[in-house]
């Protein structure tokens, strides 16, 4: 690309807008001082695409625009009121509506915690009620001990004994 | 755009009229200009316009002062008018060659620029852009913005604001550099 190529391209954009930094502004403009096709281009450039439009003067607004709007928020009114009231309610329980993902997934991770915290707990409950049962089964004292006067096996046992 | 109060665009939010209508008169003639230059045409501003209000007044309840309000109503603004520019595209713009008139020059044209009214040969000017390359042109030659805040309101990189903003001036200068512009017939090459 050309040297003055690339001083057109900041000409058309930052150099008339005035974005330019100290440094580049200055090579811009010691090349505009030794380049005269560059200077032409610029006075081309703010004549015919900036100044017209710095010129231009306001449109006064139109007197019927704030008539119409006020119609239309009238209309509005009856039929949305009711129901923005509720959303409006709904929204002011959220004080900061960016920190309500970081709430609900708090509110999740808690109830995930609690919920698996009270399944561990109530398998470790079985677990040791399992284990005492099983040492039950398994001692001495329970094999021979007689479970009660009903039972005919213990009752042969105590006769042949 | 007249500075207007946190305490009326609390109270305008809340639904107060009289404070609704402080934010109108605050806020209305650069809506209005902002949409009429995009746009390009007065019927289809007071339409838009029309719009931008009654978005800003059903949306202002969800405004939270992080940005300026001027940076928000230009945001609305603008995305309106484009939108609008894009769907109906009925942009009823005088020819830049009739807005210079017959056998018109260049020295005309810039006698035109130093007279009170620029309002046809900016008209004519935009209408030779996309609604996208217009709508940075009138932020950043008419309202003066720079090009973060054109950036900003556009929600757009930096780079495309300046790229928008190359292209249209590209155009603007090929529009006036046609053959039958320079042998003075005022033709427009496109």
Same mark, same amino acid.
């Given at each position: 690309?050309? &040297?003055?190529? $690339?001083?057109?391209?900041?000409?058309? #954009?930052?150099?008339? /807008?005035?974005?330019? *930094? +100290?440094?580049?502004?200055?090579?811009?403009?010691?090349?505009?001082?030794?380049?005269?096709?560059?200077?032409?281009?610029?006075?081309?450039?703010?004549?015919?695409?900036?100044?017209?439009?710095?010129?231009?003067?306001?449109?006064?607004?139109?007197?019927?625009?704030?008539?119409?709007? &006020?119609?239309? $928020?009238?209309?509005?009114?009856?039929? #949305?009121?009711?129901? /923005?009231?509720?959303? *409006? +309610?709904?929204?002011?329980?959220?004080?900061?509506?960016?920190?309500?993902?970081?709430?609900?997934?708090?509110?999740?991770?808690?109830?995930?915690?609690?919920?698996?915290?009270?399944?561990?707990?109530?398998?470790?409950?079985?677990?040791?009620?399992?284990?005492?049962?099983?040492?039950?089964?398994?001692?001495?004292?329970?094999?021979?001990?007689?479970?009660?006067?009903? /039972?005919?096996?213990?009752?042969?046992?105590?006769?042949?004994? | 755009?007249?500075?207007?109060?946190?305490?009326?665009?609390?109270?305008?939010?809340?639904?107060?009229?009289?404070?609704?209508?402080?934010?109108?008169?605050?806020?209305?003639?650069?809506?209005?200009?902002?949409?009429?230059?995009?746009?390009?045409?007065?019927?289809?501003?007071?339409?838009?316009?029309?719009?931008?209000?009654?978005?800003?007044?059903?949306?202002?309840?969800?405004?939270?002062?992080?940005?300026?309000?001027?940076?928000?109503?230009?945001?609305?603004?603008?995305?309106?008018?484009?939108?609008?520019?894009?769907?109906?595209?009925?942009?009823?713009?005088?020819?830049?060659?009739?807005?210079?008139?017959?056998?018109?020059?260049?020295?005309?044209?810039?006698?035109?620029?130093?007279?009170?009214?620029?309002?046809?040969?900016?008209?004519?000017?935009?209408?030779?852009?996309?609604?996208?390359?217009?709508?940075?042109?009138?932020?950043?030659?008419?309202?003066?913005?720079?090009?973060?805040?054109?950036?900003?309101?556009?929600?757009?990189?930096?780079?495309?604001?300046?790229?928008?903003?190359?292209?249209?001036?590209?155009?603007?200068?090929?529009?006036?550099?046609?053959?039958?512009?320079?042998?003075?017939?005022?033709?427009?090459?496109?």
């Amino acid at each position: 690309m050309k &040297k003055c190529d $690339i001083f057109k391209d900041l000409i058309l #954009t930052d150099y008339i /807008d005035g974005e330019l *930094d +100290k440094n580049n502004k200055a090579s811009i403009e010691s090349h505009l001082f030794e380049c005269d096709e560059c200077r032409a281009f610029l006075k081309e450039v703010k004549d015919k695409a900036g100044l017209p439009f710095q010129k231009v003067l306001r449109q006064p607004v139109p007197s019927e625009l704030w008539d119409a709007i &006020k119609q239309n $928020i009238e209309q509005e009114i009856p039929v #949305t009121a009711p129901l /923005d009231v509720f959303i *409006d +309610k709904l929204k002011g329980l959220f004080v900061f509506p960016r920190l309500v993902p970081i709430f609900a997934s708090l509110v999740l991770m808690l109830l995930v915690g609690t919920v698996t915290w009270n399944t561990m707990q109530i398998r470790q409950t079985q677990d040791k009620d399992q284990a005492e049962y099983l040492v039950s089964l398994l001692s001495p004292t329970s094999i021979l001990a007689p479970s009660g006067n009903n /039972d005919p096996a213990t009752q042969i046992e105590h006769y042949f004994l | 755009m007249e500075d207007i109060g946190k305490d009326i665009l609390v109270r305008a939010s809340q639904g107060d009229m009289r404070a609704f209508e402080d934010v109108y008169k605050g806020s209305s003639s650069f809506i209005y200009n902002v949409a009429f230059r995009i746009v390009n045409n007065r019927e289809d501003a007071l339409e838009v316009s029309q719009e931008v209000f009654m978005i800003i007044y059903n949306k202002l309840k969800t405004f939270r002062f992080e940005s300026s309000f001027k940076t928000w109503a230009y945001r609305i603004t603008t995305n309106t008018s484009i939108n609008y520019a894009k769907k109906y595209s009925r942009v009823k713009t005088v020819p830049f060659e009739e807005s210079l008139g017959e056998g018109a020059v260049l020295s005309e044209a810039q006698s035109r620029m130093e007279q009170e009214d620029q309002s046809q040969l900016v008209e004519s000017l935009l209408g030779e852009l996309n609604p996208d390359q217009r709508a940075c042109v009138v932020l950043r030659d008419i309202q003066g913005l720079s090009y973060e805040e054109i950036a900003r309101v556009l929600n757009i990189n930096i780079n495309t604001v300046r790229s928008r903003l190359k292209r249209s001036r590209e155009r603007l200068l090929s529009v006036k550099k046609s053959p039958a512009w320079a042998d003075g017939q005022g033709g427009v090459v496109l």
